[in-house]
């Protein structure tokens, strides 16, 4: 006889500088660990299963996470559940609500958009403390160049060039419906600089890397690297150039994860 299942989405924080991203991997400090642990801490005899709406990589950080909890026994209070959670992982990571959803529910599949934030600023040296949340580059970057450079990611294209170890069959054609440059004014802190900007792109679903590697070559585009038809030449089918910028993790943000329903 098939055991009853019962479903929540869980939304969460974390800022994944001192994680090795998402996934759990032997040996190394990960989110997903670490909520495996917490759960198995408070419910040790209690079967379960964590599956994430996508995987963050290292350093990578969501004001605006989820996952999928499936377990045998239903969850009776939720802020009972959530308070003791929240206890119980480390300062980094917080659980914000959950709900109950249906088993026809898929996390991955029913997506329907995420918004990730990339933050940066560049010229001259940060204050150490905002390694975790502002990339730094200390060349002097055209930004005007980069504003226009960053509008052409919108639309259909195909995203082949923007993903590292591409897989056989997998899908590079993506729609991004918005990706812009602007002040940012989202994150602030006495100890960041007078000036900062942030990469904003929205879109279904994305491939490895391949935010950090738009980025990437944003930077190499403010730097005179590449030119504005380097950037239209790559998101054509077919296209045969090799990016060489993986922009770090840390300045990545999920700020938004929006599901069909």
Not at 76 to 105: A, C, W
Not at 136 to 141: C, E, G, H, I
Request: with cysteine; proline share 4%.
């Amino acid at each position: 006889m098939k055991k009853q299942r019962f479903c929540y989405l869980v939304r969460l924080q974390y800022l994944g500088f001192r994680f090795n991203g998402w996934q759990v991997q032997p040996k190394l400090k990960t989110i997903v660990g670490m909520l495996n642990k917490t759960f198995t801490f408070l419910y040790p005899n209690a079967p379960y299963k964590i599956l994430g709406a996508g995987r963050t990589d290292a350093k990578v950080s969501s004001l605006d996470g989820a996952f999928e909890l499936f377990v045998e026994e239903p969850i009776l209070d939720f802020d009972i559940f959530l308070q003791d959670f929240n206890k119980n992982l480390p300062s980094d990571i917080r659980l914000l609500g959950m709900e109950s959803v249906d088993n026809n529910f898929n996390i991955i599949k029913d997506s329907k958009t995420k918004e990730y934030h990339y933050f940066f600023s560049f010229g001259s040296k940060n204050h150490p403390f905002s390694a975790p949340f502002i990339t730094n580059y200390l060349d002097v970057l055209d930004l005007d160049v980069m504003k226009e450079g960053a509008s052409m990611f919108a639309g259909r294209h195909d995203f082949s060039v923007y993903t590292a170890s591409l897989k056989p069959n997998a899908i590079t054609v993506r729609e991004i419906e918005t990706c812009t440059i602007v002040p940012n004014d989202i994150l602030t802190a006495n100890f960041f600089p007078e000036q900062s900007y942030v990469l904003k792109i929205v879109g279904k679903g994305f491939m490895r890397y391949q935010i950090r590697m738009i980025m990437g070559a944003l930077v190499q585009l403010g730097k005179y690297e590449l030119t504005l038809d380097d950037i239209r030449d790559s998101l054509i089918t077919g296209s045969t150039h090799k990016l060489n910028t993986i922009a770090p993790g840390s300045g990545l943000i999920l700020s938004k994860l929006e599901f069909n329903n």
